[in-house]
């Protein structure tokens, strides 16, 4: 079986020689490299025309000639690659050197998602993230709509076939991955869960939380949950379970509630307003997320607050330092 390694690269000249180094170092050989270069302004090309030439790897280059965002790098790289099974990563992470050796193992030939788990923090005392148990494409898809679950692109490798026909929505960069990694779920019939940390993600984010879910940004999410909806739309699954989706939305805007500011409490509460009731509804969720929604489902700020200060700024704070 043969790999497409997709990874869009836009100003990442600090970051990129060390997700080089990651990907030199996989002990898998049996894959071809795709980079989407979005039309940046920093040396990233360069040190991807040094890689491509020097590396002795299967390698596509792709130029953008003006930026178009994440979604549409990815659309370049998904019409150019030949591998059986597609993975990802984010040009300022790093991948385990057994990523693909051991996500080619665990498709058993014929697999349709492989997933693993991952480290907060590119460093060796970085926190372990166990991904939730899953046995069936329907399980991972209540984890996903749940909240127990992540849907970031880098934690999956998925067949070629069962997503031939799907993109990622131009222009909608955030929650993007949340779309395409749904419906691919949607469509599987045998999934893989591996219990190791095969990947490392750089945490360092300086954004606020308000800025992150502004305006614009939260109409690129609307716009992906809107594709999901469509997708999810008379099939068994929202059948069987008709508030998935409803519980998405509330999985969606919870980064709102890890915040020290009362407008993000605010605007969680007013976006998507139909999913507040089912943050009363505890599901598999743990009982500190529990109990921080059902307090903000009762605009209890200062509760909130609280959680935030404990466990963000001192709980999290002592165990991962």
């Known amino acids: 079986m043969r790999i497409s390694l997709i990874i869009p690269v836009y100003n990442a000249e600090k970051t990129l020689p060390a997700t080089l180094d990651s990907i030199r170092a996989q002990r898998f050989r049996d894959f071809e490299v795709i980079f989407s270069e979005d039309a940046g302004t920093d040396g990233s090309a360069a040190l991807l025309e040094a890689f491509c030439r020097e590396s002795g790897l299967s390698c596509k280059l792709l130029r953008a000639q003006k930026n178009g965002g994440a979604a549409a790098a990815r659309n370049r790289a998904l019409e150019v690659a030949e591998g059986d099974y597609l993975a ?131 109409v690129q999410i609307a716009t992906n949950l809107a594709a999901v909806e469509e997708s999810f739309a008379a099939t068994e699954f929202t059948r069987k379970y008709p508030m998935a989706v409803t519980d998405l939305k509330l999985y969606l805007k919870r980064p709102l509630l890890i915040s020290p500011h009362r407008q993000d409490y605010e605007l969680w509460y007013n976006w998507f307003p139909e999913a507040n009731d089912r943050a009363r509804v505890r599901a598999a969720l743990p009982a500190h997320t529990y109990l921080l929604q059902k307090m903000a489902a009762g605009r209890c700020w200062a509760g909130v607050r609280i959680y935030y200060l404990v466990m963000h700024q001192i709980l999290y704070k002592l165990l991962y330092r």
């Not at 899953?134 to 399980?139: F, N, S, V």
């Open 88 to 218: 990802f990563a984010d040009a300022d992470d790093l991948m385990k050197p057994d990523m693909l050796e051991r996500a080619a193992e665990a498709t058993g030939g014929g697999a349709d998602i492989v997933g693993w788990d991952w480290t907060l923090g590119l460093s060796e005392g970085g926190r372990y993230m166990r991904q939730a148990d899953y046995a069936t494409p329907e399980q991972a898809l209540l984890n996903l709509t749940g909240g127990t679950m992540r849907w970031t692109l880098w934690l999956f490798m998925l067949k070629r076939d069962l997503v031939k026909d799907l993109r990622f929505i131009p222009g909608a960069d955030l929650g993007e991955d949340m779309q395409f990694i749904l419906q691919a779920f949607l469509r599987a019939n045998r999934v893989v869960q591996i219990h190791e940390s095969l990947y490392c993600y750089n945490n360092t984010n300086e954004a606020s939380i308000s800025k992150t879910f502004n305006d614009v940004r939260r």
